[in-house]
């Protein structure tokens, strides 16, 4: 049966690769069905994922279920249960979640942007702090880099690779924040850094691109690797 | 014939191909392995066909789409079959991570956050599976965790697979004290924020559902400052430049990372600031990192499909700048 | 040997006498037991409450035991054990030779803790003096960090102040920002085709700022699309962008004064799962045809996929992303491009928003910040390895510290 199974697997993995495969020869039914069963699987997958680990694994095992017991104690007048790891604090988002689907009454819908609110403040406000320390702050001070690496007349020894590499990472920073900078119009010498800043921009994408025909690859190869060798046998 | 039915007989075709190979594999067929000289010839037949392709570009006629994908395919299956070796020199973002993780003491405590999933494992698995063999190498204790849901799952296929090798096996390594899953947990930046705090606080139980106290290797662990040294594989958002945020410039860890290359470029700044150890760029990244490990496996094997799909693809935009240029004499012409 | 235990003997008796409190020592029938390996205790034991904690941590330091050498050492390691509120000393930490401090994270607000270091051998303990009585405190502010909220406050202050003038009326300059032109362009265009839009948001929640700026960037091209009366699809890969989008879009039909031409199933959800979504909408494409796409959010890997499928089926396209990664396929498939902050810059553009406006300008104060740092970093930095300066270290040193989050 096990067997049998692993077979159904293989073959089941295989037809469905080949299936988002034939996309690259035209849209046909074999792709669709595979993209209709993908998206169909990964919209399972991740509604199970959140119920599980949100719901269940953080709210209900935090604080839904004690509470419950907690509720069941005080109307029969039995024991009140054991508070040992239960963090209610967790019921604010239990409250907030549950904001959120009053969307589907038009009437209290207005209530469900508090949730929205929550989240994007929260978010805002972690964000704000670690954009500036790790994305300015430490970038800055990085940038700060001499030109030069070694004292004039004591040995000018610094290789051109050290000279270009300091000037790169200067003009590079600074003509693109230029760029970035939406005060004042890109006219005159100003314009002339900015458009030295898309220069250095495109090179970083160039740069970007090949990185990711690399990634493409990867994934193509994965895939193959999967037919020519797990499934067909056919390679090591 | 029409086209329908030329697309059937294709599609008979590649299904009558699979099964006899795969009825091959069941009965034992030995897998295929180009000898040196077959794939050397087959390299020079790839190569020879591109430069006949860029005379016909020269003469006007272009080739469509489907030849380019049928080329690309070519390009990385072949190499599959292939015995050539390629050389490759280590990095100094890549040693950065090895000279991290091999000049902790035995015994140290290392994070390994495994934040991707199954569709960039090509890139990333050969990383994680290299790592985690230094590690249990060099008697080090590891600790694993994801923000990506399957995260996990792909950390316990890496652990199973260098768990079975001979090394590995005789040290007879004890889960709950040589090496913990703690798995998934939601959340996502915001794990790594709690975790600052408190490690329990977020992984109240490990993978299987053995409480956080009951396992001895993180009992005493409360928080980053209880880690030696943390790794961080990752495909995307939450990843990489999130623990470099917040592990890193607020709890002050020291990180080392595996990132697929789509991803790298948005790194690299983090590892000329000295915020990173050391940085895996996808996939020529895992296999300098297999390299410098001495231990040349998927990643190396890979490297080669890799390697000659580049050359394809350069000789394409070659070919489609040919092309462009070619097209806009034209309509200059007819302008 | 003997004369070693001499000496270890000496050591001792000279701390015990000089505490306060006697350290409980081990030495009970040792000092006759030559089989056993006496080593001498750590020295200067100090307690110190962390600082900028929550009151949860206090810091250990000690002199290692005169046995504790790399070569030939005696130190085993140390036992650091705790005593709380007078009670019983509890083991809690086993560490190796050499180390010389140690934090103990699990400390409480009401509590007194006193400690003692214990210096191992094979077969013997020996303890240091304890530590004077101590209880940690609650810092509210992290002086560690000024500078990061100096510079928070400065950038926050700025667009705080840019969206008071906004709201006041005040008209803030924003330069012009190539590519916004050809969106009425681009939906005329799919109106004379007869064709429809479509809105791609990117695979982001709304609590991503991307998002949120190509949503304020659909609602002014809903406006134009119900002006037209053009069709738009937008497929999302977030139950809550679906939601927005749906709002934002009716709220622009009802603003152009045709709420009844909208639809929710203009806007519709597919799954959260990436390449899922990818081959979803890749579908929708193929099949719609549409003849102008928008690729306005946060994208990652699909980002290629999505612009070139658009590109294969002729649709003008117009993205924008702030995910440097995914800039470049957009710049090689998409007709026009919103490189990254011009997508807020568009946004803010568009919408006129004195919020939108004043954090644009906030930011740009950030960034003049930035660039007079950099340039004067780097002249300091030259100047002082070119010419040797030694102020001109100091400087550099100064401005190090000050971006410094470490």
Request: aromatic letters at 14%; hydrophobic letters at 30%; a negative charge.
């Given at each position: 049966m096990e067997a049998a199974f692993e077979h159904f697997r293989l073959w089941l993995a295989a037809f469905l690769t080949l299936g988002i495969f034939s996309f690259l020869y035209k849209d046909n039914p074999w792709y669709k069905l595979s993209e209709a069963i993908f998206v169909g699987i990964s919209a399972g997958y991740w509604f199970v994922v959140l119920f599980w680990d949100?719901?269940?694994?953080?709210f209900w095992v935090g604080a839904g279920d004690y509470t419950m017991q907690w509720l069941a104690s005080v109307f029969t007048g039995g024991e009140s249960p054991s508070a040992?790891?239960?963090?209610?604090?967790?019921w604010i988002g239990a409250i907030l979640g549950f904001l959120m689907l009053l969307?589907?009454?038009?009437?209290?819908?207005?209530?469900?942007r508090w949730p929205l609110a929550f989240i994007v403040g929260a978010t805002a406000g972690l964000w704000l702090i670690n954009y500036i320390a790790s994305n300015v702050m430490v970038q800055v001070q990085a940038t700060m880099?001499?030109?030069?690496?070694t004292v004039f007349g004591a040995?000018?020894?610094?290789?051109s690779g050290v000279i270009i590499g300091g000037l790169v990472i200067f003009l590079g920073t600074f003509s693109g924040l230029v760029y970035f900078?939406?005060?004042?119009?890109?006219?005159?010498a100003f314009g002339t850094t900015a458009r030295v800043g898309v220069f250095f921009l495109m090179i970083t994408f160039g740069a970007s691109f090949g990185y990711t025909v690399m990634s493409r690859m990867s994934l193509l190869i994965g895939r193959i690797d999967y037919l020519l060798g797990d499934w067909l046998g056919m390679i090591k | 014939m029409t086209t329908k039915a030329k697309e059937l007989i294709a599609v008979a075709a590649i299904l009558i191909f699979s099964l006899i190979f795969y009825l091959g594999k069941t009965f034992g067929w030995e897998p295929t392995e180009f000898s040196t000289a077959v794939s050397l010839l087959v390299v020079i037949l790839l190569l020879a066909s591109l430069l006949w392709i860029l005379v016909l570009t020269l003469q006007g006629k272009l080739i469509g789409r489907r030849v380019v994908f049928l080329y690309v395919g070519i390009a990385v299956a072949m190499p599959l079959f292939m015995k050539l070796s390629q050389e490759m020199p280590v990095s100094p973002a890549v040693q950065g991570v090895y000279d991290a993780v091999t000049e902790l003491e035995p015994g140290s405590k290392v994070l390994i956050a495994c934040?991707?999933?199954?569709?960039?494992a090509p890139e990333l698995q050969p990383m994680a599976e290299t790592f985690i063999r230094i590690c249990f190498q060099r008697d080090l204790k590891i600790i694993i965790m994801g923000i990506w849901p399957q995260g996990p799952q792909q950390a316990n296929l890496a652990l199973e697979k260098i768990l079975a090798e001979p090394d590995i096996a005789a040290k007879n390594l004890q889960y709950g004290i040589d090496y913990v899953n703690l798995g998934f947990q939601a959340g996502n930046e915001f794990v790594i924020q709690r975790m600052g705090g408190s490690f329990k606080s977020m992984f109240?139980?490990?993978?299987?559902?053995?409480?956080?106290?009951?396992l001895p290797l993180v009992r005493?662990?409360?928080?980053?400052?209880?880690?030696?040294y943390c790794f961080n594989l990752s495909s995307?958002?939450?990843g990489t430049v999130e623990w470099v945020q917040?592990?890193?410039?607020?709890?002050d860890v020291e990180l080392g990372a595996g990132n697929t290359a789509v991803q790298a470029p948005t790194v690299y700044p983090y590892l000329s600031s000295g915020q990173l150890t050391g940085l895996l760029g996808g996939m020529s990244g895992a296999a300098e990192f297999e390299r410098a490990a001495d231990a040349r496996v998927k990643g190396t094997k890979y490297m080669l499909s890799q390697s000659v799909s580049h050359i394809v693809v350069i000789a394409f935009v070659l070919i489609g700048n040919v092309a462009f240029i070619m097209s806009g004499r034209k309509s200059a012409l007819k302008g | 040997m003997k004369f070693q235990i001499f000496v270890t003997l000496l050591a001792l008796s000279l701390s015990v006498s000089a505490q306060d409190t006697p350290a409980d020592t081990n030495l009970i029938d040792t000092a006759?037991?030559?089989?056993l390996v006496i080593v001498a205790p750590v020295t200067s034991l100090i307690a110190i409450d962390h600082n900028?904690?929550?009151?949860?941590i206090i810091d250990l330091r000690w002199v290692p035991?005169?046995?504790?050498?790399?070569?030939?050492?005696?130190?085993?390691g140390y036992n650091v054990y705790r005593i709380v509120n007078n009670g019983e000393p509890d083991l809690i930490a086993e560490l190796p030779p050499s180390t010389t401090s140690f934090q103990?994270?699990?400390?409480?607000?009401d509590s007194v803790y006193s400690y003692y270091v214990a210096a191992l051998s094979e077969s013997f303990e020996a303890n240091s003096n304890r530590t004077a009585p101590i209880s940690t405190e609650r810092e509210w502010?992290?002086?560690?960090?000024k500078w990061l909220f100096l510079i928070a406050l400065i950038v926050g202050g700025s667009v705080i102040l840019f969206i008071t003038a906004a709201r006041r009326g005040t008209k803030l300059f924003v330069r012009k920002i190539a590519g916004l032109e050809a969106v009425d362009d681009a939906v005329g265009r799919a109106t004379e085709m007869g064709r429809p839009i479509l809105f791609i948001p990117g695979i982001?929640?709304?609590?991503d700022v991307q998002t949120l700026a190509g949503l304020t960037i659909l609602g002014r091209i809903s406006r134009v699309i119900a002006d037209y009366d053009t069709r738009i699809f937008m497929p999302t890969s977030r139950s809550l962008v679906m939601t927005a989008g749906r709002e934002t879009i009716k709220a622009a039909y009802t603003a152009a004064g045709?709420?009844?031409?909208?639809?929710?199933?203009m806007v519709t959800y597919y799954t959260d799962e990436q390449f899922g979504y990818v081959a979803a909408v890749d579908g929708v494409m193929v099949r719609e045809k549409p003849a102008t796409v928008f690729l306005l959010g946060a994208f990652f890997a699909e980002s290629l996929i999505l612009a070139e499928t658009g590109n294969y089926i002729g649709a003008i396209q117009i993205a924008g992303t702030a995910r440097p990664a995914q800039l470049p396929f957009f710049i090689a498939a998409c007709d026009f491009t919103l490189i990254g902050e011009e997508l807020f810059a568009a946004s803010a553009y568009l919408s006129g928003e004195p919020m939108q406006l004043g954090s644009l300008k906030g930011q740009d104060v950030g960034k003049a910040i930035a660039m007079v740092v950099i340039v004067a970093g780097v002249i300091a930095a030259t100047i002082g390895e070119a010419w040797d300066v030694p102020f001109m270290h100091d400087v550099v040193g100064w401005l190090s510290g000050v971006f410094s989050t470490r």
């Open positions: 949100n719901f269940f694994g953080k040992e790891g239960v963090d209610l604090m967790l969307r589907l009454i038009p009437k209290i819908g207005w209530l469900s880099v001499p030109l030069f690496s040995g000018f020894d610094a290789g900078f939406f005060s004042k119009a890109h006219t005159g | 934040d991707y999933d199954p569709p960039t109240r139980t490990d993978y299987g559902g053995i409480p956080y106290d009951e005493n662990v409360k928080n980053f400052s209880n880690i030696d995307g958002f939450p917040i592990a890193v410039d607020r709890y | 006759s037991d030559t089989s900028y904690d929550k009151g949860e035991s005169i046995d504790d050498q790399l070569l030939d050492g005696k130190v085993l103990d994270q699990d400390c409480h607000l502010l992290n002086f560690d960090r982001r929640d709304m609590d045709r709420p009844d031409k909208y639809s929710d199933d």
